[in-house]
Every structure is written in C-alpha cells, then in structure tokens.
C-alpha cells in the first residue's frame, strides 16, 4: 500500500534511461476498497506490476505493463513525452487480469473439515434455538392449569403469561443474532478466516489459533486416549472437538461485539462533531442515536433512474440522488411517519426538510452490475428484488434487447412457476376448489402488482436504447457508457425529542427486560434465566451498538484508520490509501454486512414461524381444554358376524405376525399359551381402542377377542390417579385385562394440541439432529455427538415442563401395577406419540412395549429420567413400521422392528401414519382365522375377504346392511 502512494511508473526499471521522463507523464495508483476480504500483494515480477487477490481456493492476478510507440499518432488514453532528439512518444499501460487456482485437494478437504465442524456448531445453536422457544411457550400452557386442567386460581396465568410474551420478541432478536455470528463463522472459516485473521492478533498466531482448536486438541485427545486403552475414544473426541470449536466461535463472538462497540464510540465524535468527547459522554451518544434512529419516521424511497456511470461525481454518495430521469416504483414508511406527526409535540418533531440517510449500498458504492457477459436467466430469476442494480444500457457492454425482453419473460416464467408450484402442492393436498382459486388469485395480483417495476424498467430501458441509437451515441466516443440505476432513498421526516427518546430506552431496557427476568427467578429456573440475561446482552448490544445509525447520518466511515488531521477524499468510495485505513474499515465493514445479509433475514424469517406454530397450537391447547377430554366414537366397523377372513397359507405366514414376534424361547414374549393376545394385530387394535370413547370400548373388545376374553378395568386408573396427585394427569390411557391374569396399557397417540406440544418437547431435537446427520457427509460417525448434545439440550427445559411429560406418568402406572400384585405379566402399547410413550416406559420399567408408527427412543434416551440403556431397549422395545411413514423414522433406528405396506395414495401424506390402515395390512399380510375384518379395509383399497361359508358374499354388501 505504501508503494501505490508513491505514484510510481509501473513496469519499468530504474537504470532504464527514459524511465524518469515517462514516469512524470504516467501515473498508475491501484487502491484497494474495504469490501475486498484481504488485501492485495504487489510485487515487481517481469517488468511488470502484479497485484496479487486471494479469492477462496484461487487468485486473481492483475499484471500492469507499459508500452512505448514512436513517431505515432497521440491517442486521447495515452501519455505523451518528448525525448532530448525532439523524438514524440507515447507510453501506455496495459492491464492483464487472469485467474489461477492455488487451492490443493487437501486443502479443500481441511476447510471441509473445519466447516463440518463449525457447521455442526450452527446446527446445534439452531436446535438450541428453537427448543429455547418451544419450552419457553410450552411452560406458558403448563402454568396454565385453571384452563387446561380446572386446577388453581386464574390469576396464576396472568405473570407467566405477561413474562413470555415480553420475553419471546427479545428470545427472537438474541436467536437470530446468535444464528448470524454462527453462519459468519462457518462462512469465514471455510473462506480462509479473512475476518479472523483482521482482529489484529497476527496471520501466523491467528493460523496457528485456529489449527489448534480445529486440529491440534482433538488430535491430541483422539491419541492419548487410544494410548490409554480407552473404548470410548470415539465420543470423548467428537464432545471434545464440539467444546473446542464452541469456545473459538465464543472468542470469534466476543471479538465481533469489540470491534462494534470500539467503531461506534469512535466514529460517533465525528457525527457529533466533538473530538474532545469523554468515554462516558461517547457511550451516552451512542445510545441515545440508536434509540433516535429507531423511533424516528423515515420513508424509503426505490428509485430506477438514468446515469453515467464514468462521471465521478456519481462515485460520491453524497451526490447520488439522481438527476431528473428517476422514477419513483414504490414508498415505504408514510403510515408511520403520518402515525408521529399526529404525536404531540413533546413526543415527536417535524423536520423542516427532511434530512438524508445513507443507505450501506450507497455508502459502499458495492452495487452489482448487469452487463452483456454478467448476465444471465439464473441471476435474474434468482436476484433478490429489492437489491440495489446497475445494468448498463449503453456502450460495448451494454445488455442486448434481446436479454433485456429475455429478463421480462423470465420474471413471469417465474411468477407462473410460483402460481402453478402452489396450486399443484393444494391439489396434491386435495383442498377445495374454493381454497385454491382465493390463494391462486391472491398470488396473482402480487406478482402483477409487483410486475408492473419489471415492465416499467423493461420499457425504459428499451427506450434509451432507441434514443442513443437516434443521437448515434454509440458512435461519439466524447459521451460515455449509461445506465440504470435501482437503489433506495431513505429520509427521516420525524424524529422523537430528546425527553421522549430517553423514556423509551429506560421502559424498553429496564421496565420491560426486568418482568420476564423476575419470572424466570421467581420459577427457580436458573438455566432459564442465565440464558435470557445472554439473550438480552445480545439484544441490547445488536440494537444500541450497531454502527448503522452513525454511518447513515455520516454517509461514511468517515475517517476511521485514517491519521489524525488526515482528510476523507470521495467518502473513501475509491478505496483505502493505507494499510491501517484498508484493515479497520474491511473488518468494520464485513462485520456491518452481518446485519444486512440474507442469512440474518433467513434465521429471522425461520424463528418466527416456529415461534408462530408453537404460540398458535399453545393457544388452541389452553382454549381447547384438558388432554382428558371424552374419547372419540369407534371409527372402525365390524359386519354382523364373522363369515369373513384373509385367507393366507401357514407357510406365507411370517413369524413376526405372532404375538411373540418369533421369539417363542424369549423369556420377553408378550403372550402365553392361554392369553387371549395371539397376534401382532392384538395390539394394533388395543392402541386403537385408545382413541374411543370409554363406553363404546366393552363392547369393541367383545368383537375383536369374544365374550369373556377382554375386560375394560374402570377401576385402577382412578385409583392410580388418586395415590400420585403430584402428577399433572394430562396423558390418556386405557387399561385391559384379559382372562390369563394379563394386563395391557393402551396409551393414546396425538390426537389434542397439547398432545402436539409434548410431541415437539421430545422428538424436536432428536428429529432436526437427524436432518442435520442426513446432510453431512458420514454423519453417521456423529451419532456420539449427537447424543451430547440432545442430552444438553435437555438441561433448558423448566422444572414443570419435565413434568409434563408423558412417560413420566405412564412409567408411574406401571409400577403402581406390579405394586399391586393384581396382574400376571403387564405390556404397554401404543400408537404414534402413544408409541413413543410406550417404547420409552417400557425400556425404563423392563415391561415389554408394542408401538404402532411410534418414534423411536433411542437418541434421546439419556435425556429420559431416569436416563435408558440400549441394552433395555433392544430387549424390552419392538415397533410397527408402516413404509412411507416418517414418524417412525423419527429419533433413530428401531433395535426391534417389522415393516409393513402401506397402500394409502402417494398424495395422503398422514395415510401411511393412520393406525387403523396398518391394522388392515396386518390382515392382510398375515391372516385374521380367528379376527374379524372390519368394513374400513376394503373402503381403504384392499381386497375383498372370504367368506367363511363359501357362499360368495361380500363384506362390502354385508357391511351396507349395517
């Protein structure tokens, strides 16, 4: 940098003897601008200057010669110089641009790795992030007890409610904010570490920092503990290499927040225009301009205008406001602004002229351009927008009216594309008519809404290009290339008053912020409350020290690296002249574009909607009651008599269609020689009956088993729920006792939104780890890892939240049987979230359990209380997998299992999860000689039965008499 500021003559050697009059009519000065994410090198190599740019695995060099004609022609771009003999010559520079790949396989393959690791890291605060949010919500419906139980006095739902809705806007600025640091991490460390290697610690030291909390411990971990002997070598590395890439993102964060915080207490002097600030005074100014910013009315203007893109006061941003050819599309921010001028005067203020506001585009001037080489269907299709643009119109690299025209067409393709894409996804999901054509209708007019900025430009653009070709401008080589621009103008027209912006800081920061905090304490949740003070560190640092409110007021970065005394030539749009300028204002700037990256609206977009879904189906759960409520009507129909069956040879017949599942020596099985409980079916059926009314269950197991065989017991359950008041009763169960002494638990699946909510409590970690475990190469090997990190997930969870679990209950019931000695052998059961109850008591009781497209417990089962073996699981556990169905698949794979068919339409997505179809398929596959068929399984696509007499009647007659 040192040496472009000396305006040397590149190219050329110093003994060369006409060097010295060329280089006083050549000056060659490249500046490097604070976007690039390293600096250029620049050596002397060949007679020539060669600036040297690091771009992710590969270079871009740009190499700059001289050449010198005699006796020619003195071109308008050529430097003139005259010899002692009178001899006219010219000297150009000539600037080769190439590209050169300096990334090996192995090193592709070590970011790879470091970005594994760190996007591990991101998946995992992810997690973190949505189970903060969904037992923070679901805490709210447990404290809810007078509405969903009828239990306590209704002014116990007034704090916490008030507490969570405070608290869950702020949960979302802090999880959005923890999710951008992430992905700017991963981003970094897989580009090379740019921004780490900016924090000024040194590129060696900060390499040798990043390699030895990437490689260094792990593999010194991984060493000793194979020397010790250690079995678990495996986990202990993968835990040890998550903490140590945990503790350099929490250096990489802390540094992040420093350098913030350091550029706004500098560069606010300058706004305020007191170098002779105290700190305390620059932090009081801080503040108070972010607070003003926030609060203040400001609209955003979108412009597409003509301009000439060579003049260099279009470089300057303080000149960019166009130049009478703009065209306003749209405005933002009047409803607002009009909402404060009706304030009174004590609160806001109208500015007599609105004052400007910078936005980072134009700050920056990093505009992509459009030309006739960039373009194509791919970044028109795919470019966001509402983002700033140049597409040159005019000149050799203008766009053609064919790619112009090509840019309209892609616009609609796309916006048929969306419209059709949404239609097709409501037919498959066979909505009604009249459901798809409001929604077709209502994306219709926002694309033609939005459309009409696409036509407008379109035309404009062609209308330019036909008055250039009128004026020959083409051919004028004094006019220069056009233009257009797209960019948004921001104004603020209102502003609060002093009294009213520091009233706003202390309710927000103080009133606010301290009611959700008292309750987390006042509910004895430490873990629940140090992670809101996190929460709110990050909020209150994200909003109150974001250096966006002093940039756009100043326009710049102002003089920010720059020597005291030192002045700032076109708002430093043209590059930085030192090292120390380029180094402060590249990191200031990377760490700015944090908050205006598409990935900080994605993660906000994303956290959102889950916090959406949990508050709507918390909402339903409080208002739709207990989880007790009556049992449904039986939905399965049985014929008049039992004159039907699937007749399925004894050697098709497969061994896991027995109650026993094939394990006829296993002291486990389910069954015994006199137990009424032959088939697997049995407790397909039994997890159905769950589901009933409790009136109409007696006479279902009549049918199914026949007198004297089932027994519905009204009585224990009561009587449990009488000894274990502590527990909250919100599962729902069945118990059926059978003529052998034998007792089985029938715990009910999903079916009320509260049952939704327990299902997210204990399945969300383990089912979006799965995801993450699918997307990342032998993420199978991460399985040690994961089961860390769903066991720390588990810690966030509220002391009454655990206790709202199911298994808890179901574990109790049990054991509150075996006490009472009453039962011979005792089996759970279950369907859906049910199964997954049952599979998880059953391992924690050594009881056996049957789950019909249950989800299973083994990732999770460290998280239980009391914590599960895989021992106990694979002896105690056995589940029903219908094909197509992904509940199952849910928590890990199953020690114990069968699969079945599933021969529901491809566009019923829940069919395959429908426990009556799996019943059916049981049927079906194994044969019912001593069960009947009930009328649903042929209405649902399977065949006909036979009739036992032979007389060639159907059960779909038999069943219509009914």
């Known amino acids: 940098h040192e040496d472009r500021n000396k305006s040397t003559l590149v190219g050329l050697s110093d003994d060369d003897p006409s060097s010295s009059s060329r280089r006083d009519n050549h000056n060659s000065r490249v500046l490097d601008h604070y976007s690039l994410p390293t600096p250029s090198s620049t050596v002397r190599f060949r007679s020539a200057h060669v600036h040297v740019y690091d771009s992710q695995g590969s270079q871009l060099i740009m190499e700059e010669r001289l ?51 760190a996007f591990f890291k991101g998946a995992f605060l992810f997690i973190f992030a949505v189970g903060l949010l969904l037992f923070l919500i679901v805490d709210v419906a447990n404290q809810a007890r007078v509405i969903v139980y009828g239990e306590g006095n209704k002014a116990d739902i007034v704090y916490p409610l008030i507490s ?154 303080n000149s960019l406001h166009g130049n009478g050819n703009e065209h306003l599309y749209s405005t933002h921010g009047q409803w607002y602004i009009k909402l404060t001028q009706l304030m009174p005067d004590k609160l806001f ?29 791919e970044s028109v299709f795919c470019r966001r927008k509402n983002e700033s643009y140049v597409a040159m ?200 574009r944090m908050n205006n990256t598409a990935s900080r609206r994605i993660w906000a977009k994303l956290l959102n909607f889950f916090a959406i879904i949990f508050g709507v189906i918390t909402v339903a759960a409080i208002s739709a009651g207990s989880g007790q409520e009556e049992g449904a009507v039986p939905y399965t129909t049985f014929p008049p008599n039992d004159t039907f069956f699937y007749d399925v040879p004894q050697e098709k017949v497969s061994p896991m269609c027995n109650a026993d599942f094939g394990k006829s020596n296993d002291s486990n099985t389910t069954s015994s020689l006199t137990s009424p409980i032959k088939y697997l079916a049995d407790y397909n059926f039994l997890s159905i009956i769950a589901y009933f009314r409790t009136d109409s269950i007696q006479s279902v197991l009549n049918t199914w088993f026949g007198e004297g065989a089932a027994f519905l017991d009204e009585d224990m359950i009561p009587s449990f729920r009488e000894t274990h008041p502590e527990l909250p009763s919100a599962a729902s169960f069945q118990l059926v006792t059978f003529s052998d002494g034998s007792a089985v638990i029938c715990v009910r699946g999903t079916k009320t939104y509260f049952d939704f909510l327990v299902d997210a409590r204990l399945y969300y970690a383990a ?85 019909i497209s249950g989800p299973s417990a083994v990732m999770g089962r460290s998280a239980m209380i009391p914590s599960i073996s895989l021992d106990d699981i694979k002896k105690y556990t056995y589940a029903v997998i219908p094909s197509r169905d992904i509940v199952p698949l849910v928590g890990g794979e199953h020690m114990n299992s069968a699969s079945i068919k599933c021969r529901a339409d491809i566009n019923d997505p829940f069919g395959c999860h429908m426990a009556y179809r799996s019943l059916c398929e049981l049927m079906y596959t194994c044969g019912n000689v001593e069960r009947p068929v009930y009328c649903e399984c042929v209405s649902n696509g399977y065949p006909e039965p036979t009739a036992i007499d032979g007389s060639g009647k159907s059960l779909e007659s038999s069943c219509e008499a009914i």
Not at 254 to 273: A, P, Q, W
Not at 350 to 373: G, H, M
């Open 67 to 117: 050449t010198t004609k005699t006796n020619t022609t003195v071109g308008k771009n050529d430097s003139l110089s005259l010899h002692g003999n009178g001899e006219k010559t010219n000297t150009t520079s000539n600037v080769t641009v190439k590209r050169v790949m300096n990334a090996s396989p192995e090193m592709l393959f070590l970011r790879g790795l470091y970005s594994a690791i």
């Open 164 to 317: 969570t809705i405070l608290a869950v806007p702020l949960f979302l600025h802090g999880l959005t904010q923890i999710m951008t640091l992430v992905t700017s991490f991963v981003t970094d460390v897989f580009a090379g570490s740019p921004l780490l290697n900016s924090f000024g610690y040194g590129v060696v030291l900060t390499n040798w920092i990043k390699f030895i909390f990437f490689i260094g411990i792990p593999a010194v971990t991984f060493v000793s503990l194979l020397l010790s002997g250690s079995s678990d070598f495996h986990s202990i590395t993968l835990v040890t290499t998550f903490l140590s890439v945990t503790f350099l993102f929490f250096c990489f964060s802390i540094n992040i927040v420093y350098f913030r915080l350091l550029c706004c207490l500098y560069l606010v002097k300058e706004l305020y225009e007191r170098e002779d600030m105290t700190f305390t005074e620059r932090l009081k100014y801080t503040l108070f301009t972010a607070e003003e910013s926030s609060l203040s009315g400001k609209v955003h203007n979108n412009y597409v205008y003509e301009s000439n893109v060579y003049d260099l006061k279009q470089l300057d941003s």
């Open 349 to 377: 203020t109208t500015l007599d002229v609105p004052k400007r506001c910078w936005t980072q585009a134009e700050i920056d001037f990093n505009i992509p351009f459009y030309t006739k080489s960039s373009w194509s269907l």
């Open 393 to 592: 119109v005019s000149g050799l690299s203008a766009l053609t009216p064919q790619q112009s025209v090509s840019s309209l067409a892609c616009y609609f393709f796309g916006a048929v594309f969306y419209i059709l894409l949404v239609a097709g996804l409501m037919v498959f999901a066979q909505a009604s008519p009249t459901v798809i054509a409001v929604v077709v209708s209502l994306f219709v007019i926002y694309w033609l809404w939005h459309g009409r900025k696409e036509y407008t430009t379109i035309k404009h653009t062609n209308g330019i290009l036909r008055r250039n070709n009128e004026d020959g401008s083409d051919d004028n080589e004094d006019k220069h290339d056009s233009a257009l621009f797209q960019k948004w103008v921001t104004y603020s027209v209102t502003k609060p008053t002093p009294a009213f912006t520091w009233s706003s800081f202390i309710f927000k920061n103080i009133f606010i912020a301290m009611i959700p905090l008292s309750y987390f304490c006042y509910s004895r949740n430490l873990v629940g409350a140090m992670t809101y003070i996190v929460m709110c560190i990050l909020c209150f640092e994200k909003t109150y020290f974001d250096i966006g409110p002093i940039v756009e007021a100043l326009g710049s970065y102002g003089t920010l690296g720059l020597k005291s005394g030192a002045s700032l030539q076109h708002g430093g749009l043209l590059g930085a002249a030192t090292r120390e300028e380029w180094e402060q204002k590249s990191r200031l700037y990377h760490i700015t």
């Open 767 to 851: 089912s979006l780890f799965q995801l993450v475990q699918s997307a990342m190469p032998f993420g199978f090997a991460f399985d040690a890892l994961i089961e860390f990190c769903v066991n720390r997930l588990s810690d966030l969870e509220a002391a009454s939240v655990k206790k709202a679990s199911y298994y808890v209950e179901t574990t109790a019931l049990v054991n509150f049987l075996r006490k009472s000695g009453k039962y011979t052998k005792i089996t759970i059961t279950g369907h859906s979230l049910g199964g997954g109850i049952a599979l998880i008591t059953g391992a924690q009781t050594q009881t056996m359990a049957i789950a």
